[in-house]
C-alpha cells in the first residue's frame, strides 16, 4: 500500500498520465474521410496481412536452420559478422535474417560468409571457420532476399491494394443515388433550368435519399440540417445554386468521391459546357 502510494502520488506519475492526453488527435478520425477510409481497409486486409506474416515466419525459420547448418561457426573476421549477427544460434539467426530483410547490409553479410584460408590467415579449414564454397552464399542470400523482398512484400502490398479498391467500391455513390438527386430536383425545378433558389436546399435535403440527402433517416433537428448545408458548401450564385454543383457538393459530403459515369452525369456535364 505504501508503494502503492508513494507511486500515484509523485509528480513523474502525473506527467505519464499526461502523456494519455494526446490520445485525444484520434477524435480527427471522425472528421477525415479519407483516413476512415485508410483505417477500414486496413481493418479488412488484417486476416491477409496475418496470413501472410505467418508465410514470412515460416520462411524465416527454414532459412535460419538452413544458415545454421551452412554458416556455423564461421570466423568473425570483424566485418559485419559478431557476437550481434551470426548463425551461432537459431535466435540469433533469425534476428540477422530480419535484419538483411530489410536490406541492411545483407550483402555484407554475404561477403563474410564466402570467407576462405588464405594467406591472410582469417580461417582455418582445420579449425572449421572457412565458409563453404562461395557460390553457396551467393545463392542462399540472394534466394532470401529475393522471397521476402520481391515476392512476399510485393504480395503485402497486393492484399492492400484490393482491400483498398474494395472499400472505395463500397463507398462509391451508386447510380439509385443518383436517380433519386434528379427526381427530387425535378420536382422543385419544374421549368428544367438546372437552377433553383438556394433557400430550396433544406427542401432538397429533406427529398433525396441517404448518403445524398436526408430522406430516410429519421426526425432531422434543424442544426443537424444546418450542419448539412454547411458540410455540402453548394456554390451560391446571387442566391441561385445550379443542379451539376449541387450534386457534386453532395457527392463530396456523402464520400468525397466524385461521381460516377451515369447517362444523367454526361448530360449535365454537357448542359454546363
Aim: aromatic share 8%.
Amino acid at each position: 500500500a505504501l508503494l502503492l502510494e508513494s507511486f500515484f502520488f509523485q509528480p513523474m506519475a502525473l506527467r505519464v498520465l499526461r502523456v494519455l492526453r494526446a490520445l485525444r488527435m484520434l477524435r480527427l478520425v471522425r472528421g477525415a474521410k479519407s483516413l476512415r477510409m485508410l483505417l477500414a481497409t486496413l481493418l479488412q486486409a488484417l486476416p491477409g496481412l496475418g496470413n501472410v506474416g505467418s508465410l514470412v515466419l515460416v520462411v524465416l525459420c527454414v532459412y535460419a536452420a538452413m544458415g545454421m547448418h551452412l554458416f556455423w561457426g564461421v570466423a568473425q573476421t570483424g566485418g559485419f559478422l559478431g557476437d550481434d549477427a551470426n548463425f551461432e544460434t537459431f535466435p540469433m539467426a533469425v534476428l540477422l535474417l530480419i535484419r538483411s530483410m530489410t536490406g541492411e547490409s545483407w550483402n555484407g553479410i554475404m561477403r563474410d560468409c564466402m570467407v576462405q584460408e588464405d594467406a591472410r590467415g582469417l580461417c582455418s579449414y582445420a579449425e572449421g571457420t572457412c565458409a563453404p564454397h562461395p557460390t553457396v552464399a551467393i545463392v542462399y542470400f540472394l534466394s532470401f532476399f529475393l522471397v521476402t523482398n520481391l515476392v512476399l512484400f510485393n504480395i503485402l502490398i497486393a492484399i492492400i491494394l484490393e482491400k483498398k479498391e474494395r472499400v472505395s467500391n463500397d463507398r462509391a455513390l451508386s447510380p439509385a443515388a443518383i436517380e433519386s438527386f434528379q427526381e427530387a430536383w425535378s420536382r422543385i425545378d419544374g421549368a428544367g433550368t438546372y437552377c433553383m433558389p438556394t433557400a430550396l436546399l433544406p427542401e432538397l435535403l429533406w427529398a433525396v435519399d441517404a448518403p445524398l440527402g436526408l430522406k430516410g433517416q429519421g426526425p432531422v433537428s434543424r442544426a443537424a440540417m444546418l450542419r448539412a448545408l454547411d458540410a455540402a458548401a453548394a456554390p451560391d450564385h446571387q442566391g441561385l445554386c445550379h443542379m451539376h454543383e449541387t450534386l457534386l457538393a453532395l457527392a463530396r459530403m456523402a464520400h468525397g468521391q466524385p461521381l460516377p459515369a451515369t447517362i444523367f452525369t454526361e448530360e449535365l456535364n454537357r448542359a454546363v459546357e
